[in-house]
């Protein structure tokens, strides 16, 4: 693996139920993200946190809620979801997200979400 | 609002052609980078270029970028069966994160 570790690979849930993705980083980084990918769309940013700091909100519904206890851990907890959020969801990491840096992501391999 | 856009979307060669791929975007840039990424995987950084550079190689791939044209192309040499994916160019503006683009799909046979 990159050295982002992404938990479940698979989820499928139905629309009423409360879950959770995880995601870890090895690499030291300091900023870390969620990207939401689905068919035929680009990428959508969603949320990044730099310095466990959240930094960027993109206008995501209230029913992804992430949280990043410390600089190696972000989660997004799912709730209340619908079939169109069915996508698989990336989690990334860089050495930081501010400034004038490169900014060079690593990814995870995702965790394929399936809302019922 | 989506940054990058590649181009063609889908790309199919034989083994030992070359494949080349276009990215265009819309608003000045800090860098440019471009990803490559497997079937239902992660996405993995294969190569950036700075806004003041025009040209850079890695093994078999060769970036250049265009800033006047706001434009990007990624060359892939000599093509392998093992280079069959997606390929994406992110942006990145001064203190923003990378916004990807839908990507090109490329297809290798041997």
């Known amino acids: 693996e990159t050295g982002v570790t992404q938990t479940p690979r698979h989820l499928v849930m139905g629309m009423t139920n409360k879950k959770s993705l995880k995601c870890e980083q090895h690499l030291g980084h300091n900023a870390m993200y969620w990207y939401k990918q689905s068919a035929k769309k680009p990428l959508e940013l969603m949320f990044v946190y730099n310095f466990k700091e959240q930094t960027e909100n993109n206008s995501v519904p209230s029913r992804f809620s992430p949280e990043c206890p410390n600089s190696s851990h972000l989660f997004l907890h799912l709730h209340t979801l619908q079939p169109e959020d069915s996508a698989l969801y990336l989690c990334a990491s860089s050495q930081d997200q501010g400034g004038a840096g490169a900014n060079v992501l690593t990814f995870g391999a995702g965790s394929r979400l399936t809302v019922l | 609002s989506q940054q990058g856009e590649e181009d063609p979307q889908a790309l199919s060669i034989q083994e030992g052609e070359n494949a080349t791929m276009n990215c265009s975007y819309k608003?000045?840039?800090?860098?440019l980078q471009w990803y490559r990424q497997n079937s239902g995987r992660g996405l993995v950084h294969l190569i950036l270029i700075r806004s003041n550079e025009r040209e850079k190689h890695s093994g078999r791939l060769r970036v250049t970028l265009d800033t006047s044209k706001k434009s990007s192309s990624l060359l892939i040499t000599a093509s392998r069966a093992a280079d069959t994916a997606s390929y994406f160019c992110a942006t990145r503006q001064a203190g923003t994160a990378l916004i990807f683009g839908k990507g090109t799909t490329l297809s290798v046979s041997s």
């Open positions: 608003t000045s840039i800090n860098n």
